[in-house]
């Protein structure tokens, strides 16, 4: 966090004025977890399963400088000084909006049923080629985690790329309004959250929430070949719209295309000679670094500009990530995350990679699914072909209706279901695996595969 003193955060989050003696302390970092707490920290106590203002003793000890306070002033610590607010969390919010007019960088607000996280590394390479670029860390994407963001960016920093992520409508209009971006990027409607969402309508509209707090002469970025978007854009002046996707109705859109095991090279309607060689598998990645493109021509960098910076992109962990499994075999790591739609993907790419020994797929539940779940995972059927895929491990009560419905299609020595404890479906995997098979992990980060994962892991 740049660096506020006490009496300028009580000024910006609307609190009473701080004793004289305590207005001038500095405050350099931000933190609603006591054990990241160190010497000259705010301590934001917030209040869910467990009351943050009960933890102010360890907060202190560890370092705590100043404390935002909603409970009755008369509970407060008396030996740092305490910011009285009505709402801790919407302190925090405010304190955010604060530094980021005072910071001042350019916005660039991503979301997506799917390959934000991606988009958001992607991004950040592209517009590193001209600009000090921050981004959100980790999963820190949601009411607590943006507002944490923009606090800890560095006072250099002149673009700030949030991610935004939702589970219910109106989410991604609070992180909206309080980023104001610059830029939205909204990378694809999917599946993910149609148990609260009811539809892939009520998910677009819901994704659409980004350009809430889009500033007036901001530019939305969309893949435009979805119709639910593009529907959704009435609001917005056609200056506005970008898009990108596969086909030429798309500003931005790839011309050929190669995907190998541990490379993309792609090349585009706006540079066709200039080859783009992304370090990911995945013919479903170039979209993102589209997208990514995209951004960098609104801000003015060139895609020969950014093509090299792309190359060289570091992926967050857990995502299409390879890696020496035992045996001497690889295994292609996806199980951060996982929608029908992103499924399909995974699996259509791995199954036409040119590979002389077997593929092994282990699939694990897609989650808030809702109502729809039995027949989404059963569409997955389509993107499996026993002429592509040797073997099929399947894992989860919600699986079950997908084994089912590949029974008919796979022998049954290929094909193996499992629920409950993890362990009897690794200790399969490790008896069948050979060192050259491709492997292939691909689920809902609740579904916890990861730990399958490890216990593959060479």
């Known amino acids: 966090m740049i660096s506020l003193t006490v009496k300028e955060v009580a000024s910006a989050v609307g609190a009473q004025e701080i004793t004289d003696t305590w207005q001038k302390i500095k405050l350099d970092t931000v933190s609603f977890d006591t054990r990241k707490l160190v010497a000259g920290s705010l301590f934001v106590p917030l209040t869910g399963e467990k ?9 202190i000890k560890n370092g705590a400088a100043a404390s935002f306070w909603s409970r009755p002033i008369e509970e407060a610590p008396t030996d740092i000084p305490v910011i009285q607010v009505e709402d801790t969390l919407k302190a925090l919010q405010d304190l955010a909006k604060y530094v980021l007019k005072k910071v001042n960088p350019k916005v660039v607000g991503i979301t997506g049923s799917n390959g934000k996280t991606t988009t958001k590394d992607m991004t950040e390479a592209v517009l590193g080629t001209k600009y000090r670029v921050y981004k959100t860390q980790g999963n820190f994407n949601n009411h607590i985690g943006l507002p944490i963001t923009i606090l800890e960016m560095p006072k250099e920093t002149e673009v700030l790329i949030l991610e935004m992520g939702m589970n219910h409508a109106g989410e991604i209009k609070v992180l909206s309004d309080l ?7 909204i990378t694809m409607i999917g599946e993910s959250h149609i148990e609260y969402l009811g539809s892939r309508a009520g998910i677009a509209t819901a994704k659409m929430e980004i350009i809430s707090g889009l500033k ?12 639910l978007l593009l529907e959704r854009t009435d609001s917005l002046e056609k200056k506005q719209i970008k898009t990108f996707g596969t086909k030429t109705i798309n500003d931005l859109y790839p011309l050929t295309l190669d995907s190998q095991m541990k490379e993309t090279i792609f090349t585009t309607n706006l540079e066709p000679e200039l080859m783009v ?17 995209a951004a960098g021509l609104v801000l003015g960098i060139s895609l020969k500009e950014a093509a090299p910076r792309l190359a060289g992109f570091q992926l967050t962990k857990n995502r299409t990530e390879w890696m020496a499994a035992i045996n001497g075999s690889m295994l292609l790591n996806d199980s951060y995350n996982a929608n029908p739609t992103a499924m399909k993907a995974v699996l259509t790419n791995f199954s036409e990679l040119a590979h002389k020994g077997r593929k092994i797929v ?13 027949a989404l995972h059963i569409s997955i059927k389509e993107t499996l072909s026993a002429d592509k895929i040797d073997q099929v491990f399947l894992y989860g009560p919600e699986m079950e209706a997908l084994h089912s419905a590949l029974i008919k299609e796979f022998p049954k020595e290929r094909l193996h279901y499992f629920t409950g404890e993890k362990e009897p479906m690794i200790q399969q995997l490790k008896q069948i695996i050979r060192p050259t098979d491709f492997i292939l992990v691909k689920s809902s980060l609740g579904t916890d595969l990861l730990s399958v994962v490890r216990a593959l892991q060479a």
């Open 51 to 59: 009351d943050g203002h009960d933890f102010i003793a360890q907060a």
């Open 179 to 185: 980023a104001e971006p610059d830029i939205a990027i």
């Open 216 to 227: 007036p002469e901001g530019v939305l970025i969309i893949p435009g070949e979805e119709p």
């Open 277 to 293: 060689t992304l370090p990911v598998l995945g013919t479903y990645n170039v979209t993102n670094a589209l997208a990514a493109l």
């Open 362 to 374: 282990v699939l694990g539940d897609m989650l808030e699914l809702g109502e729809h779940s039995q």
